[in-house]
């Protein structure tokens, strides 16, 4: 089939090359509009457009894909199906009646759970033991079309959302490309989704990612690995900003009774923060203004400081 793929983030890297290496063509692409990136917040192009950039494809960045020139050309590129993977931008009716196959999302996700921009941090955060990937014909209602294919993908106790995320967009381009095979031999039948177990997944906010060291500690945990690497989980320390990220799989050693939600001890084996039930390792941190380092490496600048060692 002739394709025009559209998608954004690194994530949708894999799905785009797995077209490339696929028997269907893939004319064109669509992302969203440069924009400011990484520490500096430089102006640059979609890890997609990059890509595609590379490949020789055309790269379309309507600022919103009802824009009259987009789906002109669009229309004039004549594509038999638009498969989308992370592209960030809901399709207009008139746009999405241009291919004859329609367009086909990938989703991380097991549909109907976790409709929406962050099913993977969600997950996680959720404590959810299961997650995968769908593909479905994609609707105006968001993320609620008829499904043709899924993947499943379980969750590890240490997993963070980017390592989720990536395992996830490399079985999902598989997903998408056998997807399209079978929409193309006419053996694929989308199916409606479940009534049942709809959930939503809105994007994570910065204050999401404040973790709340009264909750337990299973609950702080989840909340740190669903917001790593984005929105990035922090708390305050002696009045700044103090970046967390997790602690893998190492567990609180000795006797810490007595330790309340957010006093850190140090020990000889790593800092660990109290929360509303057990206390847990510190990861990686990074103070306001300081670079990233292990959290035994932060704590020997302030454990003599005379500094309440009392996380916010």
């Not at 269907?24 to 595609?52: C, N």
């Not at 997950?123 to 033991?129: F, P």
């Not at 993908?153 to 990536?166: F, N, R, V």
């Not at 009774?257 to 957010?262: E, Q």
Request: glycine share 12%; proline share 9%; net charge neutral.
């Amino acid at each position: 089939m002739r394709l025009v793929f559209a998608g954004t983030p690194q994530a949708a890297v894999p799905s785009l090359m797995a077209l490339l290496d696929s028997r269907h063509t893939v004319a064109a692409v669509v992302t969203r509009p440069d924009a400011p990136a990484g520490r500096g917040r430089r102006v640059a192009a979609s890890p997609v457009a990059q890509a595609a950039a590379q490949a020789g494809i055309e790269v379309l960045k309507p600022a919103k894909p009802a824009d009259p020139w987009f789906s002109a050309r669009l229309a004039d590129i004549g594509p038999d199906c638009c498969p989308v993977t992370a592209y960030g931008a809901l399709i207009p009716g008139s746009v999405l009646a241009v291919p004859l196959h329609g367009w086909v999302n990938l989703h991380f996700s097991l549909l109907p759970a976790w409709r929406g921009a962050a099913p993977v941090q969600h997950a996680i955060l959720h404590g959810d033991e299961i997650t995968g990937a769908t593909t479905f014909s994609l609707v105006r209602e968001l993320d609620a079309g008829p499904v043709y294919g899924v993947v499943t993908e379980p969750i590890g106790e240490s997993d963070t959302a980017g390592d989720l995320l990536g395992r996830l967009s490399l079985a999902g381009a598989g997903l998408l490309v056998a997807t399209l095979d079978g929409i193309e031999s006419g053996e694929l039948e989308a199916r409606p989704q479940a009534a049942d177990g709809v959930s939503l997944a809105p994007k994570l906010t910065r204050e999401d990612a404040k973790i709340r060291w009264k909750l337990p500690a299973l609950a702080v945990d989840r909340q740190t690995r669903a917001c790593t690497p984005a929105p990035g989980a922090w708390t305050t320390f002696n009045g700044s900003v103090l970046k967390l990220w997790p602690a893998g799989k190492s567990a609180p050693p000795g006797d810490v009774t007595g330790l309340g939600p957010g006093e850190i001890k140090v020990t000889r084996a790593g800092v660990l923060a109290g929360t509303g039930t057990v206390p847990l390792a510190l990861g990686d941190v990074q103070q306001e203004g300081k670079r990233r380092m292990p959290a035994a490496d932060w704590a020997r600048g302030i454990v003599n400081s005379g500094v309440p060692l009392v996380l916010g």
